[in-house]
């Protein structure tokens, strides 16, 4: 699957002005991959989804949809459709003209473009919708008019601005699950950009992590959380909490680093070399420190620290643990398992936590 | 919820006031008059209809008629198609000062309409710039004589007058049109040209149908142009409703006639919007 790029950025680049937008993308997608541009705002993420629709040129480097370059290709040629962000549905047309929009030199008479449209208004689940103005439809129905309108085309690669960031949360999380069985569905490659990183887990195959213009990471979901490769990877995708900790040695594949807080811990080598004395982030999830409320036996890979300032999330509580030696509170998530309503913790209670060791990821420091 | 009400219209009173008095009633006098007969320096107060049958059995006042609402629809094309380009470059080429721009397109506007209508006689008469000019070129040999006192004078002058008032609403129609939508209908496989037709324009078309009613309805009932600029062949009905109301000294069928071309223009303009929502409809 790998050997089969859909999208293959080459050492792409684009500036507007003094500002590099985006700085030497080079990286391929799938054909078949939902594939996410996640990042903050500024990070280069639409440039580059703009770049591959059409309506940006790259300044050097060159974009190749299905192993054509598309330089000199203007966007009503290129095999890709977009998913605006406002979703810029024709206000002037009906919602079987704005689907049948793309279609008029499809070749289709009538007939087979109507059932066309009737397939496609199915599979979008609007079926009745046909004759409803662009101002009757709600935010969700929009959504689902500038999807048909783009999939109709069958185009090589869907690409999707922001998809989801205009709709309240309920719907946009039955919006995610039907964007997934609809693109295995299809069968499309889809490309989203997205600022919301819970958005970018849920749905893709893939994610590039963007910050400044430049791509600092590629990988599944999964990897991203649990074996970022970048203190920004690590911060950004989910929370984390950062220890100060320096490489004592590395032998019999363990590797032995003296920290802050954390006193010295010892933990298997990962593929990344790190030399005697380098400086690294020692790292962990909120999640997987457990906090136990009684002195711990084993005073191993334990913490001792106070609750401080706490938040009650329904499913979770977040607790933040001043730990003595340390400026900055160690962020604590807690399953709200038990049915109770007195999961806030006191606030100055003696807080003990606990990690294994195989739940730390090592960053360089710089 | 009644006295709620009676706030309204007393915040409305107002302007209801200057309507009734500023619209309202002159309406309502051009009517009556129209009924009455002028006898030399007076009106015979009774109803009758003759001036409505002098105006249907005198061919000329028809004829005329006519002739201004067609010349007005030359003047109304030809200034929408000359305003949209316009329109069009500030709305979506100019990037900065697009107020700047707007301002400059009202400048002649900051002067008085004769000299404005005046202007236009100094470049299109027989010693004027054009003919000066061509004939200092040696393009000429002799003054072109068609370019003044004839219909065609009459439809450039008017619409250079009235050109701010369809650049205007055509900007603003055009900048309101969102850009994504542009965006779309390339994405969606459309190039420049059919983006332009099939989204730009249906989408710009409120603001075109304003500028059209703008300077159709006013340009119809001109006189000032047509006595200057022309000529015999280029009188309109503004005029011949002027010398009624002056020296033929026939205020009543100046009234009748005023109505006739009031209706004649009405029925003009539902069927011209009747029929551009027609287009509308044709292009969804």
Redesign the interface.
């Known amino acids: 699957m790998s050997q089969d790029p859909i999208i293959s950025f080459q050492n792409v680049s684009k500036s507007f002005g003094e500002v590099k937008a985006v700085d030497g993308a080079n990286f391929e997608i799938n054909r078949g991959e939902f594939f996410a541009l996640l990042g903050p705002s500024g990070c280069g993420k639409t440039t580059l989804l703009r770049m591959v629709?059409?309506?940006e040129t790259p300044n050097s480097g060159e974009v190749y949809i299905d192993g054509q370059p598309m330089s000199a290709t203007?966007?009503?040629?290129r095999p890709?459709?977009?998913v605006?962000?406002?979703y810029?549905i024709?206000?002037?047309?009906?919602v079987r003209?704005n689907i049948a929009?793309?279609m008029?030199?499809s070749g289709l008479s009538k007939s087979e473009l109507d059932k066309r449209i009737d397939e496609t208004l199915e599979l979008i689940k609007l079926q009745g919708y046909g004759k409803r103005g662009a101002d009757e439809l709600s935010g969700g129905q929009r959504q689902r008019v500038a999807l048909a309108?783009?999939l109709i085309?069958h185009p090589k690669v869907l690409l999707l601005d922001e998809p989801l960031g205009a709709l309240d949360k309920k719907l946009r999380e039955q919006m995610q699950i039907e964007l997934r069985q609809l693109q295995q569905q299809v069968g499309i490659t889809f490309l989203f950009v997205t600022h919301d990183q819970e958005e970018a887990l849920t749905l893709s195959d893939r994610i590039a992590v963007m910050t400044e213009g430049h791509v600092k990471e590629i990988a599944s979901p999964a990897q991203l959380y649990e074996n970022p490769k970048s203190r920004f990877v690590a911060d950004f995708i989910g929370s984390m909490n950062f220890f100060q900790g320096e490489v004592i040695d590395l032998n019999n594949k363990q590797l032995s680093i003296s920290t802050d807080v954390l006193g010295e811990i010892s933990v298997p080598a990962s593929d990344s070399d790190y030399a005697s004395k380098s400086p690294v982030w020692v790292a962990i999830r909120p999640e997987k420190l457990q906090p136990v409320f009684s002195a711990p036996d084993d005073s191993s890979n334990v913490i001792e620290g106070e609750i401080g300032p706490s938040a009650y999330l329904g499913d979770r509580s977040h607790f933040y643990v001043h730990i003595e030696k340390r400026e900055e509170p160690v962020l604590v998530a807690l399953q709200n398992l038990e049915r109770s309503s007195d999961l806030h913790r006191n606030p100055f209670q003696k807080v003990w936590l606990k990690w294994s060791n195989a739940s730390l990821v090592v960053l360089p420091r710089n | 919820m009644k006295s709620e009400s009676l706030r309204g219209y007393s915040l409305l009173s107002p302007t209801l006031l200057a309507m009734v008095l500023g619209l309202a009633m002159p309406l309502v006098v051009l009517i009556t008059l129209s009924f009455w007969i002028q006898d030399y320096l007076d009106f015979i107060r009774t109803f009758s209809l003759k001036n409505y049958t002098d105006f249907f059995q005198k061919p000329i006042y028809i004829k005329i008629l006519f002739k201004s609402i067609r010349m007005s629809g030359l003047v109304t094309i030809a200034t929408v198609l000359l305003a949209y380009p316009m329109a069009y470059f500030i709305a979506f080429r100019v990037k900065h000062n697009k107020l700047v721009w707007l301002i400059l397109i009202t400048v002649p506007f900051w002067t008085s309409y004769l000299l404005r209508v005046f202007a236009w006689k100094i470049m299109l008469g027989y010693n004027g710039v054009i003919n000066s000019g061509l004939l200092s070129l040696g393009i000429l040999s002799e003054p072109l004589e068609f370019l003044l006192y004839n219909p065609t004078s009459v439809v450039i002058t008017l619409a250079h007058a009235w050109a701010a008032f369809a650049i205007l609403p055509i900007y603003v129609s055009l900048e309101k049109i969102?850009r994504?939508?542009l965006?779309?209908?390339?994405?969606?496989?459309?190039?420049v040209f059919?983006t332009f037709m099939?989204?730009t324009l249906?989408?710009s078309l409120p603001g075109v149908i304003a500028a059209s009613l703008l300077v159709f309805i006013p340009t119809v009932g001109d006189y000032v142009t047509p006595a200057l600029v022309g000529g015999p062949r280029g009188i309109m009905i503004g005029n011949i409703i002027q010398s009624m109301f002056g020296k033929a000294l026939n205020w009543p069928l100046g009234a009748a006639i005023s109505v006739m071309s009031m209706i004649t223009v009405t029925l003009m303009v539902c069927l011209f919007i009747w029929g551009t929502h027609n287009f509308?409809k044709r292009?969804?």
């Open positions: 629709a059409g309506f203007p966007p009503n040629h890709v459709n977009m605006f962000q406002n810029a024709f206000p002037h047309m009906d003209g929009f793309g008029r030199k309108r783009a085309k | 969102d994504s939508l965006e779309a209908s390339r994405d969606l496989g459309e190039n059919m099939r989204v249906p989408l509308r292009v969804a």
